[in-house]
């Protein structure tokens, strides 16, 4: 239901430009929403919710796929790219309680009560940061964790991503809001992803044209970290990115497993390039996966090296170490 709201809230910004064409929409399910018994970081295919998408891409039997940015890996397969990148939707994590505990916060739930979440980054983080709190696995779509959660006394909360709730219009199942001091979000978290084939000109032309700047600096910024550092869903890794005055401002973070070991720091970057006329061969140059004709060169290429030289810092530190054990005790 998230991913038909998402791809329609697409469809409705193509249609306000280019109203004389015919829009088809086609469903589709992906690895990722057939395998619900196991954890998202044990299943251990980087592609869980895109590959079938792709297929029927490359096959043209569809235009553009509609993605939660973070569901993208860093490295796509080639031939594709991400066209658009549309205004994010609040990035953080949000806690929402069970109908017993309304009206409380992480901090005043009672000792041993279980929190869910599928996501190493929020219970490596929020373990940290809330010791008294026991965290399990939870899969499954939006509706089937809400129903979990309340149907069952299994759970005192669990914690979802802001922007999904937001779209399904259930902000008032929000019962807190985390900030960037108790829990940093996803790469890519809140955003929406186009992604078209790389090839085809009349496509890509068509959907820059809901590229959201801001949104393309941060996100660009955010992959590079990640990518630098080789992380994915198996390992805990955290980002906060701010853009002000010109400025881009990148928090990166990552985490052992159970959060008792972590390294965090900020970097910044000017972004304030002016767009530039710059047709030319290189063109279509891909950051991180990102095809943006409509956001100035400069400025993307200032983001990713913002990305690379935090995920160098955090590796100078010994994020290496930290990330490797994380991924062998997941794997065991």
């Known amino acids: 239901q998230l991913a038909r709201i998402q791809t329609d809230s697409v469809v409705e910004m193509l249609r306000e430009l280019y109203p004389d064409l015919h829009y088809e929409i086609v469903a589709m399910s992906t690895t990722g929403d057939k395998i619900l018994?196991?954890?998202?970081?044990?299943?251990?295919?980087?592609s869980l919710f895109t590959k079938e998408l792709e297929n029927a891409l490359e096959r043209n039997e569809v235009?553009?796929?509609?993605?939660?940015?973070?569901?993208l890996p860093t490295s796509l397969p080639p031939g594709f790219t991400i066209g658009a990148v549309c205004k994010r939707e609040n990035p953080h994590d949000a806690v929402v309680f069970h109908p017993k505990s309304i009206g409380k916060t992480l901090s005043l739930l009672p000792?041993?009560?279980?929190?869910?979440?599928?996501?190493l980054r929020r219970a490596a983080q929020l373990k940290k940061k809330?010791?008294?709190?026991?965290?399990r696995d939870i899969r499954g779509n939006l509706n089937t964790r809400l129903k979990k959660l309340d149907e069952k006394e299994d759970f005192s909360a669990?914690?979802?991503?802001?922007a999904g709730l937001k779209r399904m219009g259930w902000e008032d199942r929000i019962g807190q809001i985390l900030s960037p001091e108790d829990c940093l979000y996803a790469v890519g978290q809140g955003a929406l992803a186009v992604e078209v084939r790389a090839k085809d000109q009349e496509i890509l032309n068509m959907v820059s044209a809901l590229h959201d700047g801001e949104t393309v600096l941060c996100c660009i910024a955010e992959r590079a970290f990640m990518k630098h550092l080789e992380g994915g869903c198996s390992v805990p890794v955290a980002v906060n990115s701010v853009?002000?005055?010109?400025?881009?401002?990148?928090?990166?973070?990552v985490y052992s497993l159970d959060g008792s070991d972590s390294l965090k720091e900020t970097m910044q970057t000017s972004v304030n390039q002016p767009h530039q006329n710059e047709d030319g061969p290189n063109d279509d140059v891909q950051h991180v996966g990102i095809t943006a004709k409509t956001v100035p060169r400069q400025a993307q290429q200032a983001a990713e090296s913002l990305g690379v030289e935090l995920a160098s810092l955090l590796l100078s530190k010994g994020a290496k170490h930290i990330l490797s054990v994380a991924r062998q005790l997941n794997d065991a």
């Open 63 to 71: 235009d553009l796929v509609v993605h939660s940015l973070k569901d």
């Open 130 to 135: 809330f010791p008294h709190l026991e965290f």
């Open 158 to 162: 669990i914690i979802l991503a802001a």
């Open 243 to 253: 853009l002000k005055d010109g400025q881009l401002y990148l928090t990166g973070a």
């Open 37 to 46: 018994d196991t954890a998202l970081s044990k299943i251990g295919e980087k």
């Open 111 to 119: 000792e041993k009560s279980v929190i869910g979440t599928s996501s």
